[in-house]
């Protein structure tokens, strides 16, 4: 499965953002799926996890209440809802994907990641 990610930007603190995955390829929906987020000089950290059927998700406690990660497999996306947006939120935001259907929080589990896209949150 290949991943596209989009949405990102510039928004001030306290606004919101919706990023969104495109993936191609007709078993999307057997796929666990996630985000991540790295931004500079820090490591990669998990944000958000949703099962293959949207039924379960998972969220790093530092967004927890505020983002929402929700899927449409017959659209084959994935998206995150992003509100309440600190400037601790600033990253490169990634989607990826889990054949083995996990979606939690190490990213070596997943096996097909996005190119990325930026959320610049101000003061």
């Known amino acids: 499965v290949q991943l596209q990610a989009s949405g990102g930007g510039l928004v001030q603190a306290g606004g919101s953002l919706r990023l969104s995955c495109a993936a191609s390829g007709r078993t999307f929906s057997s796929y666990g799926m996630g985000w991540f987020r790295q931004a500079p000089g820090k490591e990669r950290e998990f944000v958000a996890g949703i099962s293959w059927s949207g039924g379960r998700t998972y969220y790093a406690d530092s967004v927890k209440g505020r983002f929402t990660i929700s899927r449409d497999n017959a659209k084959n996306t994935v998206d995150l809802q992003m509100n309440s947006l600190k400037p601790e939120d600033t990253a490169v935001y990634y989607c990826?994907?889990?054949?083995?259907?996990?979606?939690?929080?190490?990213?070596?589990?997943?096996?097909?990641w996005g190119q990325g896209t930026q959320v610049t949150v101000s003061s």
């Open positions: 990826a994907a889990d054949a083995q259907k996990g979606y939690g929080s190490r990213w070596n589990e997943y096996e097909h």
